[in-house]
């Protein structure tokens, strides 16, 4: 029996899933990559929607990019409805290029690369993951140069300090 088909079957329906996937927030990647977060937050992505006017804060077009998990309507219109969280406010958060992480965040997910892939998580994102927002017809005072801009926004080269609290088990490495 030829089992190339139900392979196939098998990777759309997981592709499929992690595509209606939920996002799990900043606290979430934080509780097993402190130092990925800490950069996140001192670089560009981390306070990107500090940069928005009121005005482009309720305009789509601006929000897609700079706070894609931002609400649109201001909370004091929309009844019943909680503030924003603070990664809300902050902009780009983890998911918003590593995908929404419902089905890859659990620990023993994460442990094994393959698998987290399969179910959503992109690692790493690449220029066309940019490019989604530094596209060629978005506001800018330069043109987007992929090699250069990635480098502001490292979070994966950085040596992860002493630890402090109990010892991590095997296998379960901070990873960008």
Not at 4 to 32: E, F, H, I, R, Y
Not at 112 to 118: C, H, I, M, N, Y
Not at 119 to 131: F, I, N, Y
Request: proline share 10%; glycine share 8%; with cysteine.
């Amino acid at each position: 029996m030829n089992r190339l088909p139900v392979l196939v079957l098998v990777a759309l329906g997981l592709s499929a899933t992690a595509m209606a996937a939920d996002w799990v927030g900043v606290q979430t990647c934080k509780a097993c990559h402190p130092q990925a977060v800490a950069a996140w937050e001192a670089g560009p992505h981390g306070h990107a929607a500090s940069s928005l006017t009121d005005a482009q804060r309720r305009d789509s077009s601006c929000t897609r990019c700079h706070a894609p998990d931002l609400p649109l309507e201001p909370i004091a219109e929309q009844a019943g409805a909680r503030p924003p969280t603070p990664e809300q406010r902050a902009g780009i958060t983890c998911e918003s290029c590593h995908g929404a992480g419902q089905y890859y965040s659990a620990a023993y997910v994460m442990r094994d690369a393959e698998l987290a892939r399969a179910v959503g998580l992109v690692d790493p994102p690449g220029e066309r993951s940019c490019r989604a927002c530094h596209a060629a017809g978005s506001p800018g005072l330069q043109p987007f140069d992929f090699a250069a801009r990635v480098k502001l926004i490292d979070h994966w080269s950085r040596p992860a300090p002493a630890q402090v609290g109990p010892p991590r088990a095997s296998g379960a490495e901070e990873r960008p």
